[in-house]
């Protein structure tokens, strides 16, 4: 039996390990971290690098993300049909610079998970 530990997260709206509140420093060393949504307080490309970072110092051999409802820039067909020009006041290239920066994650084994089956190293299926 292969015993793995999970840290499970959500709701972390640009939290960062220095902020006193909910997380417990140091934070325990875990095999799997599994943020489940709620990176940013409402997107933005900062916010998402912020929550990168974060998410970067959590001692975690793999780091899993799924997005939140505030998260909307990570969803490129939500991006694509709700930001027409002259619809919102935002950049319409949000949506392809947010999910390269969580590409660009995957150096430091932050994978953003999208729907479908994923398996990762040791963690897979066999």
């Known amino acids: 039996m292969v015993r793995t530990s999970f840290m499970i997260l959500s709701d972390t709206y640009n939290l960062t390990l220095n902020d006193p509140g909910p997380l417990v420093n140091p934070l325990p060393e875990v095999d799997v971290v599994l943020h489940c949504g709620g990176l940013t307080p409402g997107g933005g490309i900062d916010n998402y690098k912020k929550a990168i970072e974060m998410l970067d110092r959590i001692p975690a051999e793999l780091k899993l993300v799924i ?16 930001t027409a ?21 995957k150096n430091m084994n932050i994978h953003y998970l999208e729907e479908g089956k994923h398996e990762f190293g040791k963690y897979s299926e066999s």
Not at 67 to 82: Q, T, V
Not at 88 to 100: G, H, I, N, Q, V
């Open 67 to 82: 997005a939140g409802s505030r998260d909307l820039s990570l969803d490129s067909k939500f991006w694509e049909e709700h």
């Open 85 to 105: 020009p002259g619809t919102c006041d935002c950049d319409p290239e949000e949506s392809t610079k947010a999910l390269a920066i969580m590409a660009q994650a």
